[in-house]
Nanobody, 114 residues
Framework: VQLQASGGGLVPAGGSLRLSCAAS????????MGWYRQAPGKQREMVAI???????MYADSVKGRFTISRDTAKNTVSLQMNSLKSEDTAVYYC?????????WGQGTQVTVSS
């Protein structure tokens, strides 16, 4: 399984960005996909995840601002990020988990200027 993320960049506070991730390889319908992030000096944390059935989970810090979506047929997952804050600055990693194995994308930098 390989994950290719795109869509990061520099955005002013209050702005929006959309991250996308395409998964390739043998992807099963029971997989969970999502996004994690890691800020400098901090541990990697879950941002949002979505099951193949559309059940979502968000970190409290992004609820109401970020929306995760998934196209199961295309094996893609996206993260729409609105009302961005400086504390959202981090490297964002696409994530997929199936049958007990976790897979990570290469990471894409999101920088929010205050």
């Amino acid at each position: 399984v390989q994950l290719q993320a795109s869509g990061g960049g520099l955005v002013p506070a209050g702005g929006s960005l959309r991250l996308s991730c395409a998964a390739s390889g043998r992807i099963f319908s029971t997989s969970v996909m999502g996004w994690y992030r890691q800020a400098p000096g901090k541990q990697r944390e879950m941002v949002a995840i979505i099951s193949s059935g559309g059940t979502t989970m968000y970190a409290d810090s992004v609820k109401g601002r970020f929306t995760i979506s998934r196209d199961t047929a295309k094996n893609t997952v996206s993260l729409q990020m609105n009302s961005l804050k400086s504390e959202d600055t981090a490297v964002y990693y696409c994530y997929l988990r199936q049958f007990g194995a976790s897979y990570w994308g290469q990471g894409t930098q999101v920088t929010v200027s205050s």
